[in-house]
């Protein structure tokens, strides 16, 4: 495919000249314009080459949502740099792990972030750290954005296509220790403009962002797409209050709406004001990161008319958008058709191609497939075989080419031979009235070789879990052989960054509990 852009420098410097008044960020009551953010690029760009950054260098961010982390996406692709976004909750072994792996020479980190980052050996890894925010710890290695942006200093912009690295994702780690995804200029580029297209996005649309943008999806369709064709950006800094949301996709007449199915799940169930679903102007509800229940897309759909909600479905190592549902047609379940310029396969353990309907591995082929995985050449030809990505999801499309996830490879359970999906299980114990949310697992069982049992996360104002009653829900829904033996209430299932359920903490947890 044919880009209008070879890296990201190149778009934001072409709408600064295009849109140079119109604004680009919103930040609580700041509007920043495009040929504002452009003159703040610069001028970190010529700071961060003072300091001795070049091209190939990786930058790592420690930071929250906010103007800065925009700036530092643009003036690390003039330098010829490498972006490095990092999980704010990770903890100091876990953000020193990523920075060694890396070999990050810059962190640039949010101060409310700053007992995280000092109690790490960010000092010991990086030459040196820069703040966002509030005056951080000061120090030979510390320094201030405030006086990044005073430089005065005048870089060009290194020449960097299509196929250079622009990004290192690192995976959630749901196995072992994460892993750096390197995506190119392409890759990012592709999803953002295969994005645009699905969600027909346009230079007069509005997106709200409050998911956090080290994440992937937000970091791509979130955040690069809006920018990608020339629209404006809500920035939010903080989840807390909630009811600030509202506030401004009000103020801001947001149009495009980015969530997880932790967000829908509380925005279906809300009691918000008549003036909020009278005067919105969202047309668009995104879902990424984790599935949607049934439940919550038709409680959404009776409750904003005008607006529709799209699930999709990806993975950091495509950039990570994949497939999504589409204004057009939807069905529900599914998380939609290939993005432009994508290709979907379910195949075999041979990789052979599956009938339509069948159930097997979901392998992708596009732009958006990674370079590979930072210094794991072995991992990365697992992982990619003949340009095709083996995303490690099981499922199947149907005769339309809509895409139904089964479950996760890893944590398929094979109990007599028999293939358990825990996701089936999941969707039925949903839908039983005071469930929250529900985790099914595997463990071992000298007769079955597995069994599944679940942990169930109950709803808010509901304080005891009639186990007897959601068996009998199951059986009208499962063959028994799927009915997980034991029941566990959990007060809150234990979730990443952007809400998906992490079932090796409930192994870990389970292993402790038959040690101790």
């Known amino acids: 495919m044919e880009y209008t852009f070879n890296n990201f420098y190149e778009l934001i410097s072409f709408h600064a000249k295009k849109r140079k008044k119109k604004t680009a960020l919103f930040v609580d009551d700041e509007k920043i314009t495009y040929r504002e953010i452009l003159q703040t690029v610069d001028r970190l760009a010529g700071f961060l080459t003072e300091k001795g950054v070049k091209e190939g260098d990786r930058v790592a961010l420690f930071l929250r949502n906010s103007p800065e982390f925009i700036y530092m996406i643009f003036a690390v692709s003039k330098l010829g740099a490498i972006l490095v976004p990092v999980n704010t909750f990770l903890k100091e072994e876990e953000l020193s792990y990523i920075l060694e792996d890396s070999g990050s020479s810059v962190l640039v980190a949010s101060s409310i972030h700053d007992k995280v980052v000092n109690n790490s050996r960010a000092s010991q890894l990086c030459d040196f750290i820069l703040w966002e925010g509030e005056e951080a710890a000061v120090g030979e290695k510390h320094l201030h954005f405030n006086k990044a942006l005073q430089s005065q200093n005048s870089t060009p912009a290194v020449k960097r296509g299509l196929e250079d690295t622009a990004v290192i994702v690192y995976t959630s780690g749901t196995t072992g220790k994460p892993k750096g995804a390197m995506l190119s200029n392409r890759n990012i580029l592709s999803n953002a403009d295969s994005g645009r297209r699905t969600i027909n996005v346009k230079a007069k649309d509005r997106a709200i962002v409050f998911l956090p943008m080290f994440h992937s999806f937000t970091f791509s369709i979130g955040v690069m797409l809006p920018l990608y064709v020339g629209g404006s950006i809500v920035i939010i800094k903080s989840l807390k209050p909630f009811s600030n949301i509202f506030k401004q996709v009000l ?22 004001p008549w003036y909020f679903m ?30 529709t909600l799209l699930e999709g479905y990806g993975l950091s190592e495509a950039s990570p958008a994949v497939c999504m549902n589409t204004f057009k047609k939807q069905k529900v379940g599914s998380v939609g058709t290939a993005l432009y310029g994508y290709a979907m396969k379910i ?139 034991h029941i566990h209430v959990i007060g809150e299932l234990p979730k990443n960054a952007t809400g998906k359920v992490l079932k090796r903490v409930l192994k870990e947890k389970l292993r402790s509990e038959a040690t101790s």
């Open 278 to 307: 009278w005067f919105n102007r969202i047309r668009a509800f995104i879902s990424g990161a984790a599935p949607l229940q049934p439940k919550t897309l038709d409680a959404m759909a009776n409750k904003f008319k005008r607006a």
């Open 347 to 485: 195949v075999d353990e041979n990789l052979e191609e599956l009938p339509r309907g069948a159930i097997g591995d979901i392998i992708v082929k596009g732009d958006n497939v990674m370079q590979g995985y930072l210094g794991r050449p072995e991992a990365t030809d697992e992982t990619i075989v003949n340009e095709w990505l083996l995303t490690g999801d099981m499922g199947y499309m149907d005769d339309e080419g809509f895409l139904f996830i089964v479950d996760r490879k890893k944590d398929l359970i094979i109990s007599k031979g028999i293939n358990i999906y825990p996701r089936e299980i999941e969707e039925v114990i949903d839908t039983f009235d005071g469930i929250a949310a529900s985790a099914v697992i595997g463990i071992a069982d000298e007769k079955s070789g597995e069994v599944p049992i679940v942990y169930v996360e109950l709803e808010d104002n509901v304080d005891h879990c009639d186990e007897t009653a959601l068996k009998k829900h199951m059986r009208e829904h499962l063959a028994n052989y799927k009915i997980p033996k």
């Open 251 to 272: 103020k801001k007449r947001v149009t495009v709406f980015f969530g997880i199915p932790d967000v829908y799940n509380a925005l279906a169930k809300a009691k918000l």
